[in-house]
């Protein structure tokens, strides 16, 4: 086999991960699964986040925002970043704020899901950057981490281990 093989086999794996992981937080929303409070805010907002971020990345795919205006590209860029604007005070309600998600979720759980969504962010860029791969690995340990809180809340030390995988990987 080829390199070109090989990188087209890649590829489609990476697709058909990409789209699992899709396809779980879609059902996730729609059937809202049992994630006890306080953790299920998180969980939707951090969801829906991810599904704005994949009609983002269709959008690049498609080079959609090449035929936007300057002052729609402006518009679309504050909708990407609106959980985190200080100047509408978004930031103070934001779980990337370490500050509150620690006030909603605990002092360590807090902490972790904080990283994690802070994590997921940076699908803004890899979405315009088309790094596919990045936003697959992102969708994959949110699904991980979300199916740990469906079964029972898990211990700090399962999600942080969970994500100090993820980083070490």
Same mark, same amino acid.
């Given at each position: 086999?080829?390199?070109?093989?090989?990188?087209?086999?890649?590829?489609?794996?990476?697709?058909?991960?990409?789209?699992?992981?899709?396809?779980?937080?879609?059902?996730?929303?729609?059937?809202?699964?049992?994630?006890?409070?306080?953790?299920?805010?998180?969980?939707?907002?951090?969801?829906?986040?991810?599904?704005?971020?994949?009609?983002?990345?269709?959008?690049?795919?498609?080079?959609?925002?090449?035929?936007?205006?300057?002052?729609?590209?402006?518009?679309?860029?504050?909708?990407?970043?609106?959980?985190?604007?200080?100047?509408?005070?978004? =930031?103070?309600?934001? =779980?990337?704020?370490?500050? =509150?998600?620690?006030?909603?979720?605990?002092?360590?759980?807090?902490?972790?899901?904080?990283?994690?969504?802070?994590?997921?962010?940076?699908?803004?860029?890899?979405?315009?950057?088309?790094?596919?791969?990045?936003?697959?690995?992102?969708?994959?340990?949110?699904?991980?981490?979300?199916?740990?809180?469906?079964?029972?809340?898990?211990?700090?030390?399962?999600?942080?281990?969970?994500?100090?995988?993820?980083?070490?990987?």
């Amino acid at each position: 086999m080829g390199n070109k093989e090989l990188c087209n086999e890649e590829i489609e794996m990476l697709s058909e991960r990409y789209t699992m992981a899709m396809e779980r937080i879609a059902f996730f929303l729609k059937e809202q699964t049992e994630v006890p409070e306080p953790y299920r805010d998180y969980f939707v907002r951090t969801a829906e986040f991810i599904q704005e971020m994949d009609a983002w990345k269709k959008d690049v795919e498609d080079k959609v925002w090449q035929e936007k205006s300057f002052d729609e590209l402006k518009s679309l860029n504050r909708s990407l970043y609106r959980d985190i604007l200080t100047e509408e005070g978004a =930031y103070e309600k934001s =779980y990337a704020n370490p500050s =509150y998600a620690v006030k909603m979720l605990g002092q360590e759980m807090g902490q972790l899901l904080c990283f994690l969504y802070t994590e997921i962010r940076g699908d803004i860029i890899y979405a315009a950057e088309q790094r596919f791969s990045d936003m697959t690995i992102h969708a994959e340990l949110f699904v991980q981490i979300l199916c740990m809180f469906e079964d029972e809340i898990p211990s700090v030390k399962e999600v942080r281990d969970t994500l100090y995988y993820f980083v070490s990987d």
